[in-house]
Structure formats: structure tokens, C-alpha cells
């Protein structure tokens, strides 16, 4: 698995981080999501297409 994260695209809202804060976070500056890990385990797999499904801006992808 790989996320592709298109950070211009972010609108900052932090469901990312939410449904999976071991692969995101947030800049403390403006709030736009950063990737922490963007090839994590199997084991995250659910979290992270959660996140993906549940991003307002659909910034991020889930490659596999």
C-alpha cells in the first residue's frame, strides 16, 4: 500500500488524523495534513482507506 497525500488540495479539516493518526497529522501552523508513514503495514489498511473515503477535499489516494 501507498498514499499519495496532495497537499494543496487540503482544506485542513483533520478526519485524516481522526481515523488514522499513526499515518497522518497536521502541521501546527495552517492545519494541512502531512503523511507520517506513506507505505504503512497491513494492519493500518482500514484506517487509512477510511480516511481516505472520509477527506472533504479527496486529497488523499491509496495506491496498491
Not at 7 to 24: H, I, L, N, T
Request: charged share 30%; proline share 5%; net charge negative.
Amino acid at each position: 500500500m501507498k498514499i499519495v497525500l496532495d497537499q494543496d488540495k487540503c482544506v485542513s479539516s483533520g478526519q485524516c488524523v481522526m481515523a488514522a493518526p499513526d499515518v497522518f497529522d497536521q502541521r501546527e501552523e495552517d492545519g494541512v495534513a502531512v503523511l507520517l508513514d506513506a507505505a504503512p503495514s497491513a494492519d493500518g489498511a482500514e484506517d487509512v482507506e477510511h480516511a481516505a473515503a472520509v477527506c472533504p477535499a479527496v486529497a488523499i489516494r491509496v495506491e496498491r
